[in-house]
């Protein structure tokens, strides 16, 4: 039952099963209180329906009810990282929990992943939930028909979007409540130059591509040019997006490494990991 | 060898000069934002398979000594080694070696189960799931909560939830144990079925080390085979229970209940009496004398009769760990943790 000599396939093993272990709690929760079940797909759904009535109202072209759809969708993803994930830090540091986290060899990362690994179960429920409601509701006729590309675009946008997290996450091993009002801080803005619920490129060449920061920007984007192909205005070709993709990838994994590295240091340096010395 | 290869020779504590201070903020108190030092040069040695209790007041260092050992904290300037590892540059290998348990503990996720919140913590030190349940079920069994396996944590009591804690930080088998004053707000029959387990475990497990910090001496004397009395982030004294008593020998020690005692009673001048403290007990007042020889008791039962107090008992004491702590610091310990704001 001892701790043996780590081999990296035993280490590799030890992650998985740490991942697993603090995925569990979410999954156990999901299925214990199923108030969630309500509060994280009707409630979405409503936010998502008063886009849509706006640009029913506006007599919008109504593949922007796709858009909008999508968004919405896709919205909880970001709040899957920016709440289930980095600001968990947060509670757990108040609940005492990180400071374990902290001395158990696992590892912080493998921590994080079971957390949003754990968070996916509703994530995923409330976006599809968005999806086939919202569809049926609007009759939104979708015409995707390079499905591997799409689910290579989701799936690189979704490793880039967590690399994102992790970078978040590691802010709280240093700060509380100032992290906490930064992810706040984040929301909107998110909402708004990511564009969620209209095409960024609406925005303007530039200021897309400042957005594009955000791996959902370009994720959506070229999401809604696979699934409304030749209306939808793309802010760039759909393999420049998943490219691009691909590098932020890549990028907020090397950042996430060297942000947890750093802030661990700088929190042990300043006593934060711990409300009690 | 051990486990990870290392000689058994090598320490399971070693700290060298280590300091660790905080930083502060400029305030009408603190006009300089002068730094507070939590420790203060620690040196000290624990050999594997010893027992080590660190006894002192609130804020005197202890849980900051436990936090740099576990990688929580930086050290300021010196050097700690846990199994012969920095615990600056070798934070990650310290960590395959350690578990920790605080006091008051509420970690973990009050909707699982006992025996789920503890499998999720297996998890992170790699356990298989078959054998981490068996684990699991066999130490829950010998801590008393095997019935109570299947509720829910939220719904445990602090005592019960103690033992849950202690379960987590003996599942992963730990070269060293850091116990940070596990049994503060339990009732006695907790406390007890705590400290009984922790004995038996160390003992039954030569190579394997406890770090245990507290500020009841009871709990000290009981349990540890070395005690470091730590006091304004400094050692005082470092020796067996036994040893420290010895050092404490020097006159006798006297225990007397009376009718309540007042500001008019002054003891401390009465010839012989090196120390008189007073302390409300049940509507009565109980006294701890330390004198310099047993005549001096004479004196001081003349003294409580010149001023119409009863004595209810009097009994001659060994001299304890209190009375140490007394002697190298000048005030019991209720009175330092009372000057700090109290436990």
Redesign the interface.
Known sequence: ??????TPA?GA??TI??M???S??RI??AN??RSWLFYDTVLPLLGTVAFVYVYKALGAPERFIGYVIMGGATTAFWLNVMWSMAAQFYWDKQ???L?????????VP??LLGMSLGGMVATVLRAIAIVLLGSWLFHVDYSLVQIPLFVLVFAVAIVALYGLGVTFASLFLLWGREAWHTANLFMEPVFLVSGFYFPVSALGFWVGMGASIIPLTLALDAMRQLLFPSVHPGLLPVSWELGILVGLAALFIVVARLSLKKME?LA????R??L?? | MDRGGRAMTVPAIETQDLVRTYRTKRSPHNPEAAPVVALDGITLTVPRGEFFGLLGPNGAGKTTLIKVLVTLLLPTSGRANVVGLDVVTQAQAVRERISMVSGGEHSGYGLLTVREQLWMFSQFYGLPTGPALTRIDDLLKVVGLYDERHRRVSALSSGMRQKMNMVRGLLPDPDVLFLDEPTVGLDVGAARDIRTYIKTWVHDRPNRSILLTTHYMHEAEELCDRVAIIHKGRIVACDTPAALRQRAAGGTYFVLTTEPLDGAVTLQDVAGVDRADVRPLDGKSELRLHLRDDGAIASVVQTLAAHQRRIFSLQKVEPTLEEVFVQMVGQRLEEADERRGGP
Do not use: D, H, K
């Not at chain 1, 400071?99 to 590892?107: A, I, K, R």
């Not at chain 1, 042990?268 to 006593?271: A, I, Q």
């Open positions: 039952m001892s701790v043996q000599t780590l035993r093993a030890r099963r740490a697993l272990g603090r569990y709690p156990i929760g214990r209180e609940g005492g929990n400071e374990l986290y902290m001395v158990v060899p696992c590892g493998a921590i240091f042990r340096r300043e006593g990991l711990s009690r010395f």
